[in-house]
């Protein structure tokens, strides 16, 4: 079994910061890419930011300047630092990672989700 699991969220007000975490755990031999989405209400989910594990990285325009996304791979952990947040940022933010099960095998799992709330 392969789990991910965030954590992070909260409540800010606008021009704050956050910074989420997401560790994943169980059987599988490395991990591919990893990343985050965030869907608010009302909206389709949309791709925040990824990063492969060379450590390329990869934004959506509009968070562009304000996030950064990294990972320990020791610790199979990936990380979004939000700055200057904004209340169009307002979601539920779940990551994702592509896990490689076997030599001939990977798999993308999710985690639970994780609400953040920029509001004053």
């Known amino acids: 079994q392969v789990q991910l699991v965030e954590s992070g969220g909260g409540l800010v007000q606008p021009g704050g910061s956050l910074r989420l975490s997401c560790a994943a755990s169980?059987?599988?031999?490395?991990?591919?890419?990893m990343g985050w989405y965030r869907q608010a209400p009302g909206k389709e989910r949309e791709s925040v930011a990824r990063i492969t594990s060379g450590g390329t990285t990869i934004y959506a325009d509009p968070v562009k300047g304000r996030f950064t996304i990294s990972r320990d791979n020791a610790k199979n952990t990936v990380y979004l630092q939000m700055n200057s947040l904004e209340p169009e940022d307002t979601a539920v933010y779940y990551c994702?990672?592509?896990?490689?099960?076997?030599?001939?095998?990977?798999?993308?799992?999710w985690g639970q989700g994780t609400q953040v709330t920029v509001s004053s």
């Open positions: 169980g059987r599988f031999f490395s991990i591919n890419i």
């Open positions: 994702y990672a592509n896990f490689v099960l076997t030599t001939r095998h990977s798999e993308s799992y």
